[in-house]
């Protein structure tokens, strides 16, 4: 008699295969729930940082692991936006995974320049359609939920704004800073260092509501109706996980996400911590392949 793949897989190691370089935002979460998962589960459970391709390469190699729980893919918003942006992907963004639950929302914040000659999103709509083609927006990586967020602003205001492809966030905020650039989506995690010193103007943030780490910045959205924007980050595992298996890694991932110091390190950096039931997080994936592919069609948005 054979064992069961659960029965096989505790005796691994898990490994939480990330699809960007050590030190980023999906990096760090995936070593703050590794370590608590590892505790819940009385188990090794490391971190593979397997960068490039905005994602995919990780991506690959989880869909082709064996289905045991040892090799889950902590991903971000970049699994659902690559399901429209790349013409041949090696796998397929729902098919070939196993949804276990997000972890984290960060919404971002539009920057300007300190000079722009505006100070609020309206006046940045204004003075854009009075200069179609003067402004630049800072794009820090293609494909990003940052880059889109910028498509769709200019989709839903009507604005020809230029796009500046830069290789990460710190380059593109060195340019900002500096004043080569006039504007750019950015991670809240990015700006809140810069947000009290007056380096740089905050027009709005992307989330819902206001957010209390920014009192006085409006909602984009107040201005822009129904514009909202936010990474999200998650976990998943290969397809044809067994079910016993997922539910013992949502409950081990919900334990991390629930853990006090979690929830205040998610604060410190205006993201929140969520966590979905398997189902809740598979619709969520299917839902949000949908609502990017309509802005990347209608954008006409390509990977350079």
Known sequence: MTA??????????ITIVVGSPAGGTTDALARLIARSMGDSL???????NRPGAGGNIAAQYVARS????????MSFTGHTINASLYKNLPFDAVRDFTPITMVARVPSVLVARKNAPFDTTA?????????????????????????????????QTGTDILNIPYKGTNPALTDLLGGTVDLMFASTVNVLPHA???????LG?????????????????????????????GLFGPARLPPATVDQLYRAVRVAVEDPAYRQRMETEAATAVSMTPQQFGQFVRNDIQHWAKVIQASGTKVE
């Open 123 to 155: 006046g940045l709509i204004d003075y854009a359609k009075r200069n179609p083609g003067k402004l630049s927006f800072a794009i820090g990586a293609q494909g990003s939920s940052l880059h889109l967020a910028s498509e769709q602003f200019k989709l």
């Open 66 to 73: 064996t289905p045991d729980g040892s090799t889950l893919l």
């Open 205 to 233: 943030v992307s989330s819902k509501d206001p957010l209390p780490q920014f009192p006085s910045v409006p909602a984009i959205g107040s201005t822009v109706k129904g514009f909202e924007s936010s990474a999200w980050f």
């Open 196 to 202: 009290r010193s007056g380096a740089i103007k905050i």
């Open 42 to 48: 009385h188990r090794t459970v490391v971190v593979d």
């Open 4 to 13: 069961s793949p659960l029965a096989m897989a505790q005796d691994k190691p």
